[in-house]
């Protein structure tokens, strides 16, 4: 069974940082794409960030700068180190877990991130 579990979303003041790691198990974790993807209320999910077994990574413009994404092939995990966190980054963020050669396709159940004064 294919578990992705994410965890180190929160309540953080405009400015703030956040570190959200996502755990897979059931996978063979080398040979996903992880990424990170967003939902905001009343809006459709959108990427965030992606990155490959060897660690090349693909940022979107809106977070580059701010946000980086990482991953330890050793300990099954992806994180997304957000800094500068603007209130528009408010969103539930889900981590993916995507094998191109099967089209397999997994994801999370989300964590809050909520930037607020």
């Known amino acids: 069974q294919v578990q992705l579990v994410e965890s180190g979303g929160g309540l953080v003041q405009p400015g703030g940082s956040l570190r959200l790691s996502c755990v897979a198990s059931?996978?063979?974790?080398?040979?996903?794409?992880m990424g990170w993807y967003r939902q905001a209320d009343g809006k459709q999910r959108e990427l965030v960030a992606t990155i490959i077994s060897g660690g090349s990574t693909n940022v979107v413009d809106s977070v580059k700068g701010r946000f980086t994404i990482s991953r330890d092939n050793a300990k099954n995990t992806v994180y997304l180190q957000m800094n500068s966190l603007k209130p528009e980054d408010t969103a539930v963020y889900y981590c993916?877990?995507?094998?191109?050669?099967?089209?397999?396709?997994?994801w999370g159940q989300g964590t809050q991130v909520t930037v607020s004064s």
């Open positions: 993916n877990a995507f094998r191109v050669v099967t089209s397999n396709n997994y």
């Open positions: 059931g996978i063979t974790f080398r040979f996903y794409v």
